[in-house]
């Protein structure tokens, strides 16, 4: 289990510190930021009271304050994707558990230097009390991301899988302490099961940490083929009407970028902007004489060039593989092939051309 929290400590730093200096960062990944921070915290003070502390009953049964503070960030951070004028401050009352177990904290700590005995009882009291508020605590607001994302972001595709990893493994977690303190009511528990609940609990919090970071630098795509689209069934429409639907499906993907959805499809597309599928099939096919995925891929390649021309402008460092996963590409290669079709130019080129140019 030291492996375990010494890794899940080091990748949450690292996370945070690579989120903490990344230029482009939003203002909700400010609360990614205090997450991270907050994982790193909880497992650095783990470590030290498992190398240096020798009472028993601290090492093993002392819960962290510090995990009261999980799922309201991701709550906060649901909320402001949501809603970017959101102000986190004005919900600081989800952070009263948090104090309140500080506050238990700081007194068990203060009870067993003066008394070991009264210290134990304080222990046994406040360990309790903080587990059954944890798991409900944590739960609640828990769903309440999961419930913001899958409601109100259908149109930020990153954001939502991000959020909705992130509550799967927090309600592993309460689920995973529910289990572990009812077990203690039908069979005596000692150390060895408390050293594997502690230990799962630490592995989901080293995959939170993996999952941020692949969410912010690898997105959470795998290579995959392009797939063909099906023939679509024929429609008698008017040129008027095959404009209509264009300027419509113009003005949709530009105020939501649902272009870089990586899983997005004809069906999906339809279902967004209230089109029939083969109203836009024919449309495409028709009048701008494009494939489904050639037309989303071209916007696709539109982004990652304002992307790649405001990164230059600016002396940024350009990751061409982040890029490719922002804008909704499932594998560099694929990438680098539409690039090359659209413009006449790999990345890398039209990079060298930029600098050369500016």
Known sequence: MIYVIAIGTFQA????????????????????????????????????IFNFVSDGHVRYQMNTFIGFCYAPLL???ALKIKNEAFIPATRWYVFLPFILGAVGYLT???????????GYAALNIYNNATTWTSVTFSAYYT???????????QNRPQERRLIEWVSYLFITIQLVAFFFLNLSYFIKTGVGEMILCRALVYTCLLIVSVIIIRYKYAGFQTPAIIPVVPSPRKTALSATNHQEILLKLDQ???QTRLYTDADLNLDKLAASVGISKYHISEAL??????????????????????????????????????????????????????????TGQTPTEYMRNLAGVS
């Open 13 to 48: 730093f690292t996370a945070s510190l690579l989120l903490l200096t990344n230029k482009l960062r939003s203002k909700a990944d400010g609360l990614l930021i205090l997450l991270l921070f907050c994982i790193a915290a909880h497992l650095a003070t783990k470590f030290y």
């Open 75 to 77: 709550y906060l951070y």
């Open 108 to 118: 068990v700590i203060c009870v067993l230097s003066f008394s070991q005995q009264a």
């Open 143 to 153: 769903l309440l991301a999961w419930r913001i994302a899958r409601k109100h972001l």
């Open 252 to 254: 949709y993907l530009r």
């Open 285 to 342: 096919n028709a009048c701008a004489e494009k494939s489904f995925y050639q037309f989303i891929n071209e916007w696709r390649i539109s982004h990652a060039i304002e992307k790649l021309q405001f990164m230059t402008s600016r002396n940024l460092p350009v990751n061409v593989l982040t890029i490719a996963f922002d804008c909704g590409f499932k594998a560099k290669s694929s990438f680098n092939q539409y690039f090359k079709k659209i």
